[in-house]
């Protein structure tokens, strides 16, 4: 059973970059061919997809926040990280990670979200 876990601060200030983890158990980030997803839900709104990494380390990223969007990876402890930069009150939102994989079947396995508000 795979399980993924989020984590990082649940308050950044405007203009600071908000750093997030996503610790992956039961599961290898390098496994061919899945991919590990961040994905966000404002207040009120639809889930936004941010960007992927891949298991061979390639990183995607959706267009409206490529600028802002740095994904990464530490296979030594089977982690991926977000790191969201020039915050605004906008970024406030719940933030997940997720695993897809090549087969098109959608998201298997989910963290459990973190809140994440941008505010001073």
């Known amino acids: 059973q795979v399980q993924l876990q989020e984590s990082g601060p649940g308050l950044v200030k405007p203009s600071q970059t908000l750093s997030l983890t996503c610790t992956v158990f039961?599961?290898?980030?390098?496994?061919?061919?899945?991919?590990w997803n961040w994905i966000r839900q404002p207040p009120g709104k639809g889930l936004e997809w941010m960007g992927a990494?891949?298991?061979?380390?390639?990183?995607y990223y959706s267009p409206s926040l490529k600028s802002r969007t740095s994904i990464s990876r530490d296979t030594s402890k089977n982690q991926f990280t977000l790191q969201l930069s020039s915050v605004t009150p906008e970024d406030t939102a719940v933030y997940y990670c997720?695993?897809?994989?090549?087969?098109?079947?959608?998201?298997?396995?989910w963290g459990q979200g973190t809140q994440v508000t941008v505010s001073s």
């Open positions: 997720a695993r897809d994989s090549v087969v098109p079947q959608g998201y298997d396995y």
């Open positions: 039961g599961g290898s980030i390098t496994t061919d061919y899945y991919y």
């Open positions: 990494i891949a298991f061979s380390g390639s990183t």
